[in-house]
């Protein structure tokens, strides 16, 4: 089962991206380093509850 999930920045805490992940394999949230254009840099995106 796949669930819509939220990514936001670390730094600035705004919500840029937005992806799916299998919620059974992957109980922990999602954390991946993406482009914030806010920030202007490479910062780490966490899922949001």
Same mark, same amino acid.
């Given at each position: 089962?796949? $669930?819509?999930?939220? =990514? #936001?920045?670390?730094d600035? =805490?705004? $919500? +840029?991206?937005?992806?799916?992940? +299998?919620?059974?394999? +992957? #109980?922990?949230? =999602? /954390?991946? $380093?993406?482009?914030?254009?806010?920030?202007?840099?490479?910062? =780490?995106?966490? /899922?949001?509850?």
């Amino acid at each position: 089962m796949r $669930r819509k999930v939220v =990514l #936001a920045c670390v730094d600035c =805490l705004s $919500r +840029n991206y937005s992806t799916d992940k +299998n919620k059974t394999e +992957n #109980a922990e949230r =999602l /954390e991946v $380093r993406k482009f914030c254009k806010r920030c202007g840099a490479h910062t =780490l995106h966490r /899922e949001t509850k």
